[in-house]
T-cell receptor, first 114, second 111 residues
């Protein structure tokens, strides 16, 4: 198994541009999580899905952030418009158990908004 | 919001020594997990300990959990340079909520 696949690995964009981050979870996993990591705030949960349905998006910082999971093998996190304070590493993780037991993380997307 | 808080924030030891990292948390949990993150990589699950367990071993890793003190420790024995990484504790709170991570301990093992 290839593990959780995220793309792109790095994204550099200018303030105001739309950014789309992509994630392919491990096949058969029921839960998918988007986390954001910064030095100041550590790892923050943005949103998670169970069986493709968004369960809790209370961690999404603003309406500029949106996430979708159109099917079991693909999810996107979109920021529109992006701002410099969105600069962070964004991680996608999946779990086989329909919960939070043993998350499998992707390698992350390093986002820089200039 | 942060649930687990690791201590120390950073730790530097010589190869062969043991490394101990601690995690404290605030609310009741279903389980507590430890993850490792190498620089520029995603987190990797190391070990899970349930709220009704007190100690668990996996290779050179030993995890303890004291629910009365709301704390856990991760011991890495006979450390190696390859153990250099950040280590995070994460808690699944009662009610099957998603994992909440601490800010981590940066471990440096010097050869």
């Amino acid at each position: 198994d290839a593990g959780v696949i995220q793309s792109p690995r790095h994204e550099v964009t200018e303030m105001g541009q739309e950014v789309t981050l992509r994630c392919k979870p491990i096949s058969g996993h029921n839960s998918l999580f988007w986390y954001r990591q910064t030095m100041m705030r550590g790892l923050e949960l943005l949103i998670y899905f169970n069986n493709n349905v968004p369960i809790d998006d209370s961690g999404m910082p603003e309406d500029r952030f949106s996430a979708k999971m159109p099917n079991a093998s693909f999810s996107t996190l979109k920021i529109q418009p992006s701002e410099p304070r969105d600069s962070a590493v964004y991680f996608c993780a999946s779990s086989p158990m329909g919960g939070s037991e043993k998350l499998f993380f992707g390698s992350g997307t390093q986002l820089s908004v200039l | 919001s942060q649930q687990g808080e690791e201590d120390p924030q950073a730790l530097s030891i010589q190869e062969g020594e043991n490394a101990t990292m601690n995690c404290s948390y605030k609310t009741s949990i279903n389980n507590l997990q430890w993850y490792r993150q190498n620089s520029g990589r995603g987190l990797v699950h190391l070990i899970l300990i349930r709220s009704n367990e007190r100690e668990k071993h996996s290779g050179r890793l030993r995890v303890t959990l004291d629910t009365s003190k709301k704390s856990s420790s991760l011991l890495i024995t006979a450390s190696r340079a390859a153990d250099t990484a950040s280590y995070f504790c994460a808690t699944e709170n009662s009610g099957n909520t998603p994992l909440v991570f601490g800010k981590g301990t940066r471990l440096s093992v010097i050869a």
